[in-house]
């Protein structure tokens, strides 16, 4: 089936350094969402991106949806403690089923 | 926003016996609804998509007859695990498709344990 090769597996930052993470694929995406979970709970949306090139942020995160459609990066700048966890791209292949697709995802651990 | 609840949050129980998982979408409604499960350290497995009013569309790989799911209204789809064997035990997560934003919002996620 399809899949979403998401790089890096883990990353060990220090607070206040920028991180960026992305996900590319072989085939064509709809959509493109970036997720947080934090241990034991849900994954909780952080950016969703619907148009080829679009570059959207949220406060200090910053998604890209690649040119090709089937890529896509994650950045988060200037990090503190409180954005470890795990960090999640998915992919929509088409609107009609809504099915997503995950990649194996980022885990992030920030030193103080 | 988009809020998504499930209950239980976590669950223990015996091998052999049923149980069942609710989600609901508190603040919205969700004419599709996705039932994932996920392993330790490892992604999100969609199971099931389960539309409202219709029968759930399952994975390969997943037994419906194991994983019972009923959507019976815009806000409430429930997973049942049917005669739970220890292999079952896992993180559950639910979520539902805000109509025609085309995004999935996450419940908390049911830890099952079997014993």
């Known amino acids: 089936g399809q899949q979403l090769n998401q790089s890096p597996q883990s990353m060990f930052i220090q607070e206040g350094e920028d991180v960026s993470m992305n996900c590319t694929s072989s085939s064509i995406f709809n959509t493109w969402l970036w997720y947080k979970q934090d241990p034991g709970e849900g994954p909780v949306l952080l950016i969703a991106l619907y148009k080829a090139g679009e570059l959207t942020s949220n406060g200090r995160l910053t998604a890209q949806f690649g040119i090709t459609r089937k890529d896509s990066f994650l950045n988060i700048s200037a990090s503190i403690p409180s954005d470890v966890g795990i960090y999640f791209c998915?992919?929509?292949?088409?609107?009609?089923?809504?099915?997503?697709?995950f990649g194996q995802g980022t885990t992030l651990q920030v030193k103080p | 926003g988009a809020v998504v609840s499930q209950h239980p949050s976590w669950v223990i129980c015996k091998s052999g016996t049923s149980v069942k998982i609710e989600c609901r979408s508190l603040d919205f409604q969700a004419t599709t609804m996705f039932w994932y499960r996920q392993f330790p350290k490892q992604s999100l497995m969609l199971m099931a998509t389960s539309n409202e009013g219709s029968k759930a569309t399952y994975e390969q790989g997943v037994e419906k007859d194991k994983f019972l799911i009923n959507h019976a209204s815009l806000t409430l789809s429930t997973l049942t695990v049917t005669s739970a064997h220890p292999e079952d035990s896992s993180f559950y997560i639910c979520?539902?498709?805000?109509?025609?934003?085309?995004?999935?919002?996450f419940g908390p996620g049911t830890r099952l344990l079997v014993l």
């Open positions: 979520s539902g498709e805000k109509d025609s934003q085309e995004t999935q919002y």
């Open positions: 998915a992919g929509q292949l088409s609107s009609n089923t809504g099915k997503l697709i």
